[in-house]
């Protein structure tokens, strides 16, 4: 016997816009740096994941410049 799903095809789920909080600021800019060092372990480890990989922009809140440059 075949499911009935005709019930459910109509229906969409209702997208939630609310604000989700305040914007992370890249600590980059907020300080003026001209260049990412790269030798800085602690200040590099921040941006890592446990696991080693670079965590994305809308985690860390960099701007797309000092992402590129991470």
């Known amino acids: 016997m075949a499911r009935n799903n005709d019930r459910d095809r109509g229906k969409r789920a ?15 800019c907020k ?14 480890r921040r941006f890592m994941s446990d696991r080693g990989k670079i965590r ?4 860390t809140g960099n701007c797309a410049q000092h992402q590129r440059d991470v």
Request: charged content about 40%; proline content about 3%.
């Open 14 to 28: 209702v997208k939630d816009n609310r604000p989700r909080g305040k914007k992370k600021v890249c600590i980059f």
């Open 31 to 44: 300080e003026h740096a001209v260049w990412v060092d790269y030798k800085d372990v602690n200040l590099l």
């Open 56 to 59: 994305a922009r809308r985690v």
